[in-house]
């Protein structure tokens, strides 16, 4: 249960299911929690104490509200795991170019945006 995120959600709502569609297309594990707008629940209104709004979601204690910036969030957590991937790949097939340096330098300054990332909003 520690892994998994809470996401804070309404059922119509177009917002709350681009989120769900991203973590479905990501894979990440996650507990999606319905919310009554005639009775909005207190950990609603604790993650989202200004808008009280959804979607929110919660991993580690720390909540990420509004859709767009979940979405922003879970796209570079994607974009670190491809980098990743891509560093490997250049580096078992041996190619010393431009490319792979010009990759391996934005991974790292991708990877530091990424650790500063994770110390605010928490690890996903």
């Not at 709350?16 to 909005?40: C, H, P, Q, T, W």
């Not at 994607?78 to 330098?105: A, E, H, P």
């Amino acid at each position: 249960m520690a892994d998994e995120a809470i996401l804070l959600n309404f059922w119509p709502s177009p917002y709350g299911m681009r989120v769900l569609i991203a973590l479905e297309e990501k894979g990440i594990k996650y507990v999606n929690k319905e919310e009554d707008f005639s009775n909005k629940s207190p950990l609603l209104l604790q993650m989202n104490p200004i808008h009280k709004k959804i979607p929110v979601l919660i991993h580690n204690g720390k909540s990420i509200c509004e859709s767009l910036n979940i979405l922003n969030i879970l796209m570079r957590f994607g974009m670190i795991i491809l980098l990743f991937y891509l560093l490997i790949l250049t580096k078992d097939l041996k190619l010393n170019s431009g490319l792979t340096m010009l990759t391996l330098r934005y991974f790292l300054c991708f990877n530091t945006m990424i650790i500063s990332l994770r110390q605010n909003l928490g690890a996903f």
